[in-house]
């Protein structure tokens, strides 16, 4: 393992490094190469951003998200891979994986717990809150200015990955940090309405169809929501607005198991469950052929909605016992 | 107007204070309250804190909030009333109304747009994030150690009223004094949990019935929902689960004002308002004899919930020129 000024003399020497986050990138992935990768040029480097999977929608917005090269890997002559926010060695995904197993020098930046890390040059640090904070200490060391495209870029990574501020990982640090970068400039309310703030008004309408189906158990432990195909389309909305509906069942005081029934054709339901403390709703969707976590996981279930509802929810029941 | 300081030398030369805040009591006002009234009985005063209207259930954790009065006003001989919070004289509720009239010293602590504040010592900081900053920086020139239960009681006054840290009145300021208020030991998740977490099923069943309500300009621009006493009493929801259901409308992509209408009483309404960039709702909430801040403000109109909402609509339409 390396301290943080080791990786930056290390990176301060390549001429053309190469950057990539993860899979599915979120918010701290997109934010935290994006910040580097800026705030590399501005110190003459030949920087190259890529990503393997495409930027989700919600990230478009990002300053600098255009030069991220999705998908196929620019030929050039790196002297660097640089990877943040990865923990293991598929998370950099399928473009970065060949470079893995050449010569070219690897640094690591990443807040995950890791025993392992597997790069030539790791900075692990797993009390930062989102591996923007390890870039902005980085940004500090090789004396970049934190100039407004940059400072988005890292108040995007620490917001998403702090859930606003609001999970445990959020530290004075990190609060000193987000001081800084709003003193930098960025304008707090409109990153907020760009990444939590807007929904379309389809999913808005879908959210008052699925709570006019909610249901409870008589124990109050569990509650259930079902959407069907034409209420889907009764409203306009799409598939993707029906992700964050089980949030709602899920919040409801003294609810233990949240589930969600979505009819996917006439003969074929897709099964959500959420759990807060108690259930293994891994266990749950194993029993009927789905898997996923502890506390959230998924099956998809081969009959009508009435007769999947009968089923899930019996089970259900019983794992509850009492309820 | 005065400066802190003096506001300071008025309450530290106090020996029975009354605090209150304001009715239909929010996290800002009764933090602000519960801070400075912790804080003032380490300085040895004796310190009296009322409500007009009960403390919100989702509020029942704050350290101290059993010591806060409600409903009536304990016999005591006052020598100075503290407000915080309440930028207008009905503000502070019935309880505290009659006082206003008397002999008794008033000092004003609050953030919210105001011209003529009513207290005979007022400190109107309207750049503070919330009133919670202004109780800091006062116990800070008091000398008032931040313990643990201080601590919570701002934090939870400045989370909530920034909404996370989202909204626009969110500074560099804010998150210094988060910050600090963290290092003093405030457990971050477990209050989100506390005060984001989860909802009883009446206001999620409210939720859905304001939904049902939803309506939108021609433009996109002006989004409302309406609730009826009828409706929340037959969802056997309160008062207070009506906090919060502005941010659906406010949610929506492509709406620059969001409006919840809200029968008092046959002839009574409260009129809730949010912007996101654009409309001064400031202003707009002054048109009707209400006020508060630039993006969030509110009034009570005295008419029929028709002819309410007939009235506001129009001059949202007219201030949303072209919509």
């Known amino acids: 393992m390396n301290n943080l000024s080791q990786v930056a003399e290390i990176i301060k020497g390549a001429k053309r490094p190469l950057l990539c986050g993860h899979i599915m990138p979120d918010g701290d992935s997109l934010g935290s190469v994006l910040a580097l990768g800026l705030g590399l040029r501005r110190l003459g480097k030949e920087v190259t951003m890529v990503s393997s999977d495409p930027i989700p929608e919600v990230y478009l917005f990002l ?6 090269t999705v998908g196929h890997l620019p030929e050039r002559d790196y002297d660097l891979l640089i990877v943040l926010d990865c923990s293991v060695k598929d998370r950099p995904g399928p473009l970065v994986l060949p470079l893995l197993e050449r010569d070219l020098p690897v640094a690591i930046l990443d807040h995950h717990v890791n025993d392992h890390p597997f790069g030539n040059y790791n900075y692990i640090h797993t009390r930062a809150a989102a591996t923007g904070e390890i870039v902005m200490d980085l940004l500090d060391l090789l004396q970049v200015d934190l100039v407004l495209d940059i400072a988005v870029n890292l108040y995007t990574a620490i917001v998403t990955d702090t859930g606003s501020f609001r999970y445990e990982n959020t530290t004075p640090g990190t609060h000193q ?3 800084r970068l709003i003193d930098h400039g960025v304008p707090v309310s409109k990153l907020s309405n760009l990444i939590f703030g807007e929904q379309p008004l389809e999913s808005i309408r879908l959210m008052e169809v699925a709570l006019g189906t909610l249901e409870l158990s008589e124990c109050g432990q569990i509650a259930w929501m079902s959407i069907t195909q034409e209420q889907i389309q009764r409203v306009g909305a799409e598939d993707q607005h029906v992700d964050g509906l089980i949030n709602y069942p899920r919040k409801i005081k003294g609810v233990e198991l949240a589930i969600v029934f979505r009819e996917l054709g006439s003969n074929l339901v897709k099964v959500s469950f959420r759990s807060k ?3 293994d709703v891994n266990l749950l969707a194993g029993t009927f052929g789905g898997g996923g976590h502890v506390r959230a996981s998924g099956c998809t279930i081969e009959a009508d909605l ?17 309820c």
Chains 1, 2 share one sequence.
Request: a positive charge.
């Open 306 to 322: 009435a007769k999947v509802k009968d089923e899930v929810l019996k089970e259900a029941h019983r794992l509850l016992r009492g």
């Open 177 to 179: 940090k987000v001081a």
């Open 63 to 68: 300053p600098g998200v255009e030069e991220i």
């Open 277 to 279: 403390y108690k259930v």
